[in-house]
């Protein structure tokens, strides 16, 4: 009866492992997928770029769509340097910094505010210790921004935006969530994009943004890994269930 038994179970073992190697494959090929679709997504940001660059620059942003994105902007109206936000945890020539976003309130829009990214500015000595961001506050109050209009990604968020217990300016943010920032900012709306601040403007920062921050080339990489790992699988179960045993 053991022997019987036996038996059985082992019969049973090679549909286990095809059930694994199935679901194993599977997943390697969808990943691989998945970073193809992202190297065509970088190719469209690219071409979307490009085409918008020789546009006309667009004055007023009342009716926001998608096809403003990556166009030049020209709005005159007033920065908020005293409520401004530091976008947390970002990288430049391998040093760790902050993002500047200093709301901008158009002379033309009274309705909702523009974030205006003013570039890149390092960590200071801790964490604990921002950085002084005052660049430009000595500059007229009514003044022009000038800059490149884009909807940041949030890749992969985990948690809130922004620590609720942070009582003084600026606040952090660990990504741009335009709810909370409408929340901070009396909950006055908030134009869903961002305008980048052109570098040669007296309030600008380190001009750190691209249109494809890494090109389709690195998705086609991460792609071959997973497809080469999916057919390692196969070939590993065809040879431990059919060719080894023969």
Not at 95 to 113: A, H, I, M, Q
Not at 157 to 172: C, M, N, R, Y
């Amino acid at each position: 009866m053991a022997t019987e038994h036996t038996r059985k179970d082992r019969t049973g073992l090679p549909w286990l492992y095809l059930l694994l190697t199935v679901v194993v494959a599977g997943l390697f090929a969808r990943l691989g997928w998945w970073q193809m679709s992202r190297a065509q997504e970088k190719i469209t940001m690219q071409g979307a770029a490009d085409a918008a660059a020789v546009q006309p620059a667009i004055t007023e942003l009342a009716e926001f769509d998608q096809s403003m994105l990556y166009r030049k902007v020209q709005l005159q109206g007033r920065y908020d340097f005293d409520r401004q936000f530091l976008q947390d945890n970002r990288i430049h020539q391998q040093r760790v910094g902050y993002e500047v976003l200093t709301p901008f309130y158009p002379d033309n829009d009274k309705s909702r505010v523009v974030l205006v990214n003013r570039g890149w500015i390092p960590q200071g000595k801790d964490r604990s210790s921002l950085p002084d961001i005052s660049a430009g506050i000595a500059e007229p109050a009514s003044r022009l921004a000038s800059g490149l209009l884009v909807q940041p990604s949030k890749g992969f968020t985990l948690g809130d935006a922004s620590d609720e217990t942070q009582k003084s300016w600026p606040i952090v943010l660990q990504y741009i969530d335009y709810e909370t920032i409408a929340a901070k900012l009396d909950k006055i709306g908030v134009l869903p994009a961002v305008l980048v601040l052109a570098p040669q403007e007296p309030q600008s920062y380190t001009y750190v943004w691209q249109p494809v921050a890494n090109g389709p080339e690195k998705h086609y990489g991460y792609a071959f890994q997973w497809f080469a790992m999916m057919l390692a699988v196969i070939v590993l179960f065809v040879y431990l269930n059919f060719l080894k045993k023969k």
